[in-house]
């Protein structure tokens, strides 16, 4: 099927090639679209790495993926008392199960991810939930934007973060430096080297995506596990001394 290029007028027509899931995909693959949430560090209006965020889903859907977003105005902090019910971590923890891969953007802020990115990931146990871990197995590409000179120090915690959540954190990455001028003429990012790495790194996201899918039970079957549960590990490791 070609790739449907109506909302990416920036894309080199022929350049971007549809994705060959006969090549990648598990024999017992559902086969449906992938589901990819995306997950961003800001709540300003005019916030650039939600306007990454959003300039990657375009990408992702035109590669054949489904795509949500997660809004993080009004998230609880983790240790409010009660937080565990609120509608915005309920939310947050069912698209956390829906998807199969995730993307996380997050500005840089004094030389770190946000406050802001950080809670989302704090909210998304690797304890099993109704049964199932929400993180581990799936995919994850990870991006920043940067105030000042371009600086990779956002992305490298995030992926700390995707390996301590069980994650495939895929070997691409992006870093826009001065977001600020790059999206100055509105919503999005204007063609050049900035706009191809982000379509390199959704591109690499949906292939790893599908080769993972139909085998991350098979990829995450661990010996340790099989000799003893998750839940006699807990009740081990709980006990008192």
Partial sequence: MPVDLDDLPEIVDGALHPIDVDLLAAPDDPRHPPRILLLYG???????????????????????????????SGLPLVDDEGAGDHPKVQELRSLALWSEGMVW??????????????????WLPLAPLGGIRPTQ????AVMQVCGGSQSFNAVNQ????????????????????????????????????????????????????WLTRGRSA????????????????????????
Wanted: glycine share 6%; charged share 30%.
């Fill in 42 to 72: 800001s709540l300003r209006e005019v916030s650039y790495s939600r306007k990454a965020a959003e300039e990657a889903a375009r990408v992702l859907r035109a590669l054949g993926c489904e795509t949500r977003a997660f809004d993080p």
């Fill in 105 to 122: 953007s997050s500005p840089e802020r004094h030389g770190a991810m946000t406050g802001i990115m950080k809670l989302q990931i704090d």
């Fill in 137 to 140: 197995g799936k995919t994850l």
């Fill in 158 to 209: 995030m992926r700390i973060l995707g390996r301590w959540m069980r994650m495939v954190t895929i070997p691409n990455q992006s870093s826009i430096p001065k977001a600020w001028l790059e999206f100055a003429e509105g919503d999005r990012l204007p063609e050049g080297a900035y706009y191809r790495r982000i379509v390199d790194v959704m591109e690499e996201l949906v292939k790893f995506t």
């Fill in 218 to 241: 098979y990829l995450t079957d661990r010996y340790s596990e099989r000799v003893e549960t998750v839940e006699a590990v807990h009740a081990r490791v709980s006990k008192t001394s």
